[in-house]
T-cell receptor, first 108, second 113 residues
Framework: RKEVEQDPGPFNVPEGATVAFNCTYS??????FFWYRQDCRKEPKLLMS???SGNEDGRFTAQLNRASQYISLLIRDSKLSDSATYLC?????????FGAGTTVTVRA | DGGITQSPKYLFRKEGQNVTLSCEQN?????MYWYRQDPGQGLRLIYY???????QKGDIAEGYSVSREKKESFPLTVTSAQKNPTAFYLC????????????FGSGTRLTVV
């Protein structure tokens, strides 16, 4: 079983829509969680950390559910520029594991 | 500006050759990592190093070797024993001891010709 699993999508949404997706993690000892964004043929870039109480950064909201071992990302008021692959990341102090990514396409 | 630099951006390897990918960071990060990404797939960990002169195998270390002689540098050698080396290679660094994410270099695309 992979340490971090994501729905690959794709999620095709119109501009202005809200889109949300989850990822699950298998290691209950994981302490650190992040969402990364990766554009085609580029390196991943940190979108946001995920905190136990949930956190928001502009139009992006991340949640952590330790009981069910999943994290989620919600994007409000989608922009064309939000089209990308979103990588879920979880782990501990010395090693992080990456999901394979969820592809989001925002159409005009 | 602080960052992490990978070179070259594109690399072509002939069958049976060893090639070395460079990774340098000036972020003063303790830990450094090498990942491989294949088309449509996630990142797989090759090697990682938490301190100078120490490194550990990741999930797919066979056919690869690394060194960590300086804090700033973590080169990856793809040896001829790696049978399917064509991939996108990403180097990352990170501070440890807290909730810190990775900073990635811009990657090296390796192709076997």
């Amino acid at each position: 079983r992979k340490e971090v699993e994501q729905d690959p999508g794709p999620f095709n949404v119109p501009e202005g829509a809200t889109v949300a997706f989850n990822c699950t993690y298998s290691n209950s000892a994981s302490q650190s969680f992040f969402w990364y964004r990766q554009d085609c043929r580029k390196e991943p870039k940190l979108l946001m950390s995920v905190y136990s109480s949930g956190n928001e950064d502009g139009r992006f909201t991340a949640q952590l559910n330790r009981a069910s071992q999943y994290i989620s990302l919600l994007i409000r008021d989608s922009k064309l520029s939000d089209s990308a692959t979103y990588l879920c990341v979880g782990g501990n102090d010395y090693k992080l594991s990456f999901g394979a990514g969820t592809t989001v396409t925002v159409r005009a | 500006d602080g960052g992490i630099t990978q070179s070259p951006k594109y690399l072509f390897r002939k069958e049976g050759q060893n090639v070395t990918l460079s990774c340098e960071q000036n972020l003063n990060h303790d830990a450094m990592y090498w990942y491989r990404q294949d088309p449509g797939q996630g990142l797989r960990l090759i090697y990682y190093s938490q301190i100078v002169n120490d490194f550990q195998k990741g999930d797919i270390a066979e056919g690869y070797s690394v060194s960590r002689e300086k804090k700033e540098s973590f080169p990856l050698t793809v040896t001829s024993a790696q049978k399917n080396p064509t991939a996108f290679y990403l180097c990352a660094s990170r501070n440890t001891g807290g909730n810190y994410g990775y900073t990635f270099g811009s990657g090296t695309r390796l192709t076997v010709v």
